[in-house]
Every structure is written in structure tokens, then in C-alpha cells.
């Protein structure tokens, strides 16, 4: 309903600061009530009566009797005009209701007549109707309500005043609503609630809050227009807990950012929070990590992800989702046109799995980033998401790293890569991979002259020096490229120690030693007499480090160290030069084993037929 407010005079100084007032209760009405409707239509503004006041636009409102009495008491030289519709117009209720003009210089009886008849005014059909969420959470108030002396106290004695904190009949925060809620339900009020009630950024992880304290923050949420990004992570709150948070978020529009992770919910939660998400459309980012989601609970979340238009970034990780979940899942993928980040790694998809949730990235046409990691997708899920980036020109980030995912599934990924011109970072590290699927992942993108490809992550993967060399060769022509490995192995006697993408690790520190003496074009003997000043054919373990020095030979502390271990077997503080021999030859065995492992992986990976991909059906052929 409309509303008027006049100054008592018009004289120029309370006109000035009766604009003020005026603006910032404007402000206030909207917000306390969850209005967003701040600027009004220039149909529904009421004209000022005569004589004109020259007074700001006014917005449209509905105000409940307790807040219009606040507002007189806290303006005392104002008048409130309330009317239910403009002059001539019917009311919603169909009763045509007329202005009550204020006058200028209105009398103490006058002004009081005033209000009694906008009082008067403010019954039944005039009053704004609680909302759904409003309705639910004022039952659920009063059904726990604790009968409590301290409900009918004025004052009500916590420990959450703020320095410097003054009163304000407007509760724009929540915090006064907290306050009375968590009287109500005898529940102790949190300082830090009441003080982040102000913050965009509420964070609130690993408090132990239970469901009472969750219904009180949930109320004054509902009238909280600050808070955006609202993290309750950690709580344990279950699904009781999360039935008062949906049916706050049902009516909040302006959280955007919602965390929920590790906080034991289940079927029921699932339930909630779809139907939360079936009415709001404001929220952009849901963690629901690390929950107990199972099968069961896919087809609830399948629906947020093909019937909200508003999520963005959604969060699955660490439940307890198989192959069932993905077959549902997988379609609501392909159909969504809205997320852009989905993470559904630390679950149990497994090859079907994988196949399913590839299927879905190959139709959808929105999504930037998948997390598959940390699950069982093997080669054959990999050959699945091989096809999927053939077809797919969104993705931008994909993680299938920790999936078991042996050399030929890296081949067969690389194969697309060779045509994907979209995918810029590639996790797929910890994996059982050698050589052989680095390099075939390198080769490919260095084919592509169109590829957008900027990182390659195979972290925990040894290769040899060739895949860094095909690396560089991308890297002079793409600047914006660059390549994370586990560590270096070879089998000859080269050794590049400036290689800038990664930390080399895990290399044998003889080999960096015998690349040494191959390009200085010594013998090994030579070397040990440049560290036996004395002739004795023995040094110590610290004239030894001295010589390595003085030679410049690239080993870092952690590799001296290793070495001295290994040359000095009977730990007598020396190495002699038939430790120094006995090294070399172990150092020359392990480098003939790495040779002819790369070699029989390479004829392995030759003699296997290439497993038929059934395109149309999705499944792969024995």
C-alpha cells in the first residue's frame, strides 16, 4: 500500500532534513521487508498534496502495524499517511480507499487523529500476508519456544553489544531478530553472528552450530539484505538443519554463494535443497561436499542441474555416488545450458560411470571445468572422455587425474587433443603413465596449430628428457604453455639440470655424476684423483663434497647427501675407490633396467588392438 510522510512544518531546515529521513526510510522499509522493489513505477507514485512539498518520489510498500508504530515513535515530528490505493482506484480487496492528506501545522490532536487512522487502516487485507518461508519458520519458532522470564523483559541481557553500536528501530542487519529468536528458543546468542550479520562475506566453519541455533540465524537471514557468500561448512547440522536454511533461502535474494560441505546431509537434505533451489534463483555457487548423498539422492540433484538457471558453480565431491548416480546424472549434464563448473571428484565412478558423465560433457553446451578426479575411470573412461573433447567446445579445465588411467587411455585423450582448439589445463597426473603417455599428450597438442592448451599437469609421472624437449618446443612458439612431472629418468648419459618447468626429483645422483664425467670427456678415475690430493686412494666424506664443489657438478644438497650414503657402504666416514667403482656399476644396471622397461612398454602398447568405441550406444566393445 501507499504511503505519504509530511514534515510538521515548511520551514526550510526540518523540509532539508526531512528529505533525508524520508530517503533513508524509504530505504529502510524496503530492505527490513525484503523489498527489492526500491525504485517504483511512475504510475504507482502519489502526488504530494497541496501546498506541494517537493518531495522525492516514494516506492510502493506493504508495512506491517509493529513497524509502522516503531517508525512513528522513532519520527515523532513526521506524519505517515497510509492508503490502500490512489483516489478513484480500488483496493486489492476491491474497498475503494481515499488519501488522508496531511496539513501543514498540524495540531498534537490532529497528528494523533492521524495516526489512529492509518492504524485504523492497516487491518486485514491491507497488511502484507507472510510469505511461505515466513510462515514456516515463525511455526517452527513457535514450537520450540521456551516460556522464559526473560521474554518479557525489555532488555534482554547477552553478550553480543558491539563498541559504538547504536539503536535503530530499523533492523536491517537481522540482528535484533537473532536476538529475539534466540530468546524465544532459549538458545545463547553468538557475538560473531551478530557481528558478521553486517558482512557480505558470513563464514561461519567447523562451530558445532545445531539446528536451533541454525533456526535462529535462518530468521534473521530472512530479513538480512547484506550477507552474499554464506559458508556454514563443518557444522554437522543434518537435514533438520538444513530445512531451516532452504526455507530462508526460498525468499533471500541476495546470497549468491552457498557452503554446505561436511555437514551430514542425506536423502531428506537432498530433497530440501532441490526444492530451495526449484524457487530461488539467485544463487550462483553450492558446495555440497563431503556429505552423505548416495544413488538415491542423484535424481533430486539431477533436477537442480537441469531445471535452475541460475547455478554456476556446483560441488559434489566426496560423496558417495557410483555408476548408478551417473547414469542419471549424465543426461541432466547434456541438458543443462547454465553450469559452468561442476566437481564430482573423491566419489566411486568407474568405468560405466565414466562413460555415462562423458556422454553428457559431449551434448552439454555450457560447461568450462569437470573434476573427475580421485575416482576408478581406467582406460575405458578415458577413451569416453577422449570422445567427449572431440565433440565438445566448452570445456576449458578437466581433471581425470587419480583414475588409473594407463598409457593407452593417455593415447587415446591425446588423439583428441590433436583437434580440440578449447581445452586450456589438462590434470591428468597420478596415474600409472611412463614415457609413452607423456609424450604421445605433448606431440599432439605440439600437432595442433590451433590448440589453446596452457598447462599439462602429470604430476607423480617420471619421463624422460624427450617430453621436456617436445615441451620447449611448444613453449617457444606458445609462451602461455607449460608442463608439471613427477621427475626426470634416462638412460643415457645426458642430463639437463636448467629445465625451468619443473623440480626435477627422484633422480639418481650417479647418473648427474657420470653425465658429468661424459661431457668433461674423463675417465672415472680421472675424477676420483682430483679429490685424492694425498694419493691414498680414500677420502673423506668431506673432501669428497669439496671435490664436487670445486668441480661444479649440479647436485643438489639433498643428492649429495644420497650419494655420499650410497658410496659409503661400510659407513666408516670414507670412500675409497672400489666404493667409487662398485657405485658406478650399480648406477649402469639401473640404467639398462629403465632402458628395457620403456622398451617393452613400448612394444606392449604396439601389439595392442585399440578397443572399438561404440559412438552411438556409448559403451565400449569386447
Request: charged share 25%; net charge negative.
Amino acid at each position: 500500500m501507499d504511503q505519504l510522510i509530511g514534515p510538521a512544518d515548511q520551514s526550510s531546515k526540518k523540509e532539508a532534513n526531512y528529505k533525508l529521513k524520508a530517503q533513508g526510510l524509504i530505504t529502510q522499509l524496503g530492505t527490513a521487508h525484503g523489498r527489492r522493489d526500491i525504485a517504483p513505477a511512475e504510475d504507482h507514485i502519489p502526488r504530494s498534496p497541496s501546498p506541494p512539498l517537493n518531495l522525492p518520489p516514494y516506492p510502493v510498500f506493504d508495512i506491517p502495524r509493529d513497524f509502522l508504530e516503531a517508525t512513528l515513535r522513532h519520527y515523532p515530528d513526521m506524519h505517515l499517511v497510509v492508503q490502500g490505493s490512489r483516489p478513484g482506484h480500488n483496493a486489492s480487496d476491491g474497498k475503494s480507499v481515499h488519501y488522508a492528506e496531511p496539513k501543514v501545522g498540524s495540531s498534537a490532536r490532529s497528528k494523533a487523529s492521524l495516526i489512529e487512522r492509518a492504524a485504523s487502516n492497516l487491518s486485514g487485507s491491507h497488511l502484507r500476508p507472510l510469505t511461505a518461508s515466513e510462515r514456516h519458520l515463525n511455526n517452527e519458532i513457535d514450537e520450540y519456544r521456551v516460556t522464559s522470564s526473560n521474554e518479557d523483559e525489555e532488555e534482554y541481557d547477552t553478550d553480543i553489544e558491539l563498541p559504538g553500536e547504536t539503536e535503530s528501530p530499523f533492523d536491517q542487519w537481522g540482528k535484533a531478530t537473532y536476538i529475539k529468536t534466540c530468546r524465544k528458543l532459549d538458545v545463547t546468542p553468538i557475538t560473531f553472528v551478530a557481528k558478521n550479520l553486517k558482512r557480505p562475506k558470513f563464514v561461519m566453519k567447523n562451530r558445532g552450530m545445531d539446528p536451533m541455533s541454525i533456526l535462529a540465524l535462518a530468521n534473521a537471514l530472512l530479513v538480512n539484505t547484506t550477507v552474499t557468500h554464506l559458508d556454514l561448512s563443518g557444522n554437522s547440522i543434518g537435514d533438520q538443519g538444513i530445512k531451516y536454511l532452504s526455507w530462508m533461502m526460498m525468499d533471500n535474494l541476495y546470497i549468491k554463494v552457498l557452503g554446505l560441505s561436511e555437514n551430514e546431509l542425506s536423502t531428506e537434505g537432498a530433497r530440501l535443497i532441490t526444492d530451495m533451489l526449484m524457487a530461488n534463483s539467485v544463487v550462483r555457487k553450492l558446495d555440497l561436499s563431503e556429505n552423505l548423498f548416495q544413488d538415491n539422492d542423484a535424481s533430486n540433484l539431477a533436477k537442480i542441474v537441469i531445471e535452475n538457471k541460475s547455478l554456476q558453480d556446483l560441488s559434489l565431491r566426496h560423496n558417495h555416488f557410483s555408476d548408478d548416480a551417473a547414469r542419471i546424472m549424465g543426461p541432466a549434464i547434456g541438458a543443462n545450458d547454465c553450469l559452468q563448473v561442476l566437481d564430482l571428484s573423491w566419489n566411486k565412478l568407474r568405468p560405466r560411470g565414466g562413460v555415462a558423465i562423458c556422454k553428457g560433457l559431449a551434448e552439454n553446451v555450457m560447461l568450462k571445468k569437470i573434476d573427475l578426479s580421485m575416482n576408478g575411470l581406467s582406460n575405458d573412461g578415458a577413451t569416453a572422455m577422449a570422445h567427449a573433447l572431440r565433440q565438445n567446445y566448452c570445456l576449458s579445465e578437466v581433471d581425470v587425474s587419480h583414475n588409473r588411467i594407463f598409457n593407452l587411455g593417455a593415447v587415446r585423450i591425446a588423439k583428441a587433443l590433436e583437434s580440440n582448439e578449447n581445452l586450456k589445463v589438462l590434470h591428468i597426473g597420478n596415474n600409472p603413465l611412463s614415457t609413452l603417455g607423456a609424450i604421445s599428450l605433448v606431440q599432439a597438442i605440439k600437432k595442433n596449430d590451433n590448440s589453446a592448451m596452457e598447462y599439462v599437469d602429470l604430476a607423480a609421472v617420471h619421463v624422460m628428457k624427450d617430453v621436456l624437449a617436445v615441451a620447449e618446443e611448444i613453449e617457444n612458439v606458445r609462451s602461455k604453455f607449460s608442463i608439471n612431472v613427477g621427475g626426470l629418468v634416462t638412460t643415457d648419459l645426458s642430463y639437463n639440470t636448467g629445465q625451468k618447468h619443473q623440480e626435477v626429483k627422484d633422480v639418481n645422483p650417479l647418473t648427474i655424476l657420470r653425465w658429468y664425467i661424459s661431457n668433461n670427456k674423463f675417465r672415472l678415475i680421472d675424477l676420483f684423483r682430483q679429490f685424492d690430493k694425498d694419493g691414498s686412494w680414500s677420502v673423506t666424506r668431506g673432501e669428497f663434497v669439496d671435490g664436487l664443489k670445486a668441480a661444479n657438478i649440479p647436485l643438489t644438497p639433498k643428492q649429495t647427501q644420497q650419494l655420499l650414503n650410497t658410496l659409503d657402504k661400510d659407513g666408516d666416514g670414507e670412500i675409497d675407490w672400489a666404493e667409487l667403482l662398485e657405485g658406478d656399476k650399480e648406477a649402469r644396471k639401473e640404467q639398462r633396467h629403465i632402458k628395457k622397461k620403456e622398451q617393452d612398454e613400448a612394444e606392449r602398447l604396439e601389439r595392442m588392438k585399440p578397443a572399438e568405441f561404440d559412438i552411438d550406444n556409448w559403451s565400449l566393445k569386447v
